[in-house]
């Protein structure tokens, strides 16, 4: 699973379309109001994956990714990489980029891409060429978003605390900021664990509601003699109104947060790596809006209008919950979609064929954009794993307009 890829965006929804894992190899296809393109070729190299992808209003269209060293990305050392089209989509520059953090996000902000990188925030006209803004002092940013006010970032904020000697204490922090280069830290909470636990609590993933409060969540282990405990955590509030740490579903391994028309959904993967979408007006409660079927949920989402589009990596899921190379097990050689238009009432769509979805951004003149790579199920074999495992291919774009 991979849990820090995410690409959130706060903003209200009326209509959303959710969509699994995998959109259209063929060169054109129709599915929930859209025709499906591929765009022109990304790059030559062919172990590559992409991590993000962003649009500006002026119609450029940024994009951060990796070069592997070998085919399977997390088994070497990689490259990143950054491609940059301004004839939407047909053409690519590419450049490598001087980031360090695995898993950029790149976050459009006026006339400029954003990247929160560590205790960085850096600025690029293109996702080529990058300038530091700005260094959070003491910070440790995991995900940062465009607001309609500025930006907000999450992660940890380290600082002296009691009984932690001269090593500094993970505070989980909320920052804002008007312009992405002074930023305020708001705690949302102390340390989950002291110095002498062999564990990990992290905050990497927020979103705003329409009234103004959030919804942070994030995940936690503790290591010990046996299997490493795994665990799901979430914060609602705001810095005015200060933050009550909220209990997610039972057997909630972690969860991303989007922006519903009252509230929140989220999406949720549990110990036995079944996963649905469920929807919180603050936390306090919950109600399961979609099963996903046990398809493996992965974290994009953007505003479309007032609709929503939400993708799903397709993933192999056995009854025991473990995954696995067999080609006995392969669910999926595509995306199968949730639509809702209410945010109440969902269905299920067609499938998707032939690109593994890993980010998706909205156009200045409201058309879709897909990147990723061939759906691993239709590779032969098959090789239907989760992120970790899935072989590094060259990028594909897709274009999908309304039909």
Not at 3 to 30: F, H, K, P
Not at 269 to 294: K, L, Y
Not at 392 to 402: K, Y
């Amino acid at each position: 699973m991979r849990t820090s890829n995410r690409t959130w965006v706060a903003g209200g929804l009326g209509a959303a379309l959710i969509l699994g894992g995998s959109i259209g190899a063929a060169a054109q296809q129709e599915l929930g109001g859209y025709t499906w393109e591929q765009l022109g070729p990304v790059t030559d190299r062919t172990r590559t994956e992409v991590i993000s992808m962003a649009t500006l209003p002026d119609g450029r269209i940024g994009m951060l990714g990796r070069e592997c060293s070998v085919d399977v990305c997390f088994e070497g050392e990689s490259t990143l990489l950054g491609w940059s089209s301004d004839d939407g989509g047909q053409s690519w520059t590419e450049s490598e980029v001087d980031l360090t953090g695995m898993f950029p996000r790149l976050v459009p902000f006026g006339d400029r891409f954003l990247v929160a990188d560590e205790d960085r925030v850096l600025a690029s006209p293109d996702a080529l060429s990058w300038e530091e803004l700005t260094k959070v002092q003491d910070a440790e940013l995991n995900d940062m978003v465009a607001t309609t006010d500025g930006l907000a970032a999450v992660g940890a904020e380290h600082r002296p605390a009691e009984g932690w000697g001269d090593e500094l204490a993970p505070y989980l922090t909320l920052w804002l900021s008007d312009d992405g280069v002074e930023w305020e830290a708001h705690e949302i909470a102390p340390p989950r664990f002291g110095p002498d636990v062999d564990g990990f609590a992290v905050a990497n993933g927020l979103a705003r509601s329409g009234d103004g409060s959030w919804l942070v969540t994030g995940s936690g282990m503790v290591f010990g003699d046996g299997p490493p405990e795994e665990f799901a955590l979430a914060w609602h509030g705001s810095p005015e109104a200060g933050w009550t740490e909220v209990t997610m579903p039972d057997g909630a391994r972690y969860g991303l947060p989007w922006a519903a028309p009252e509230g929140f959904f989220v999406t949720i993967e549990f110990d036995d790596f079944s996963t649905g979408i469920w929807r919180t007006p603050d936390g306090s409660e919950w109600t399961q809006a979609v099963d996903t079927n046990g398809i493996q949920a992965v974290q994009y989402a953007v505003p479309l209008g007032e609709a929503g589009l939400v993708g799903f990596k397709d993933a192999v899921g056995l009854p025991d919950g473990h995954m696995t190379d067999s080609a006995d097990a392969v669910q999926l050689a595509g995306a199968p979609t949730f639509i809702t238009l209410d945010g109440e009432t969902w269905t299920q769509g067609e499938l998707l064929e032939g690109i593994d979805v890993e980010s998706v951004a909205v156009t200045a003149d409201g058309n879709i954009l897909a990147a990723g790579g061939p759906a691993p199920c239709l590779q032969d074999p098959p090789s239907c794993l989760n992120s970790f495992t899935t072989e590094a291919e060259t990028p594909i774009v897709m274009l999908g307009t309304p039909s």
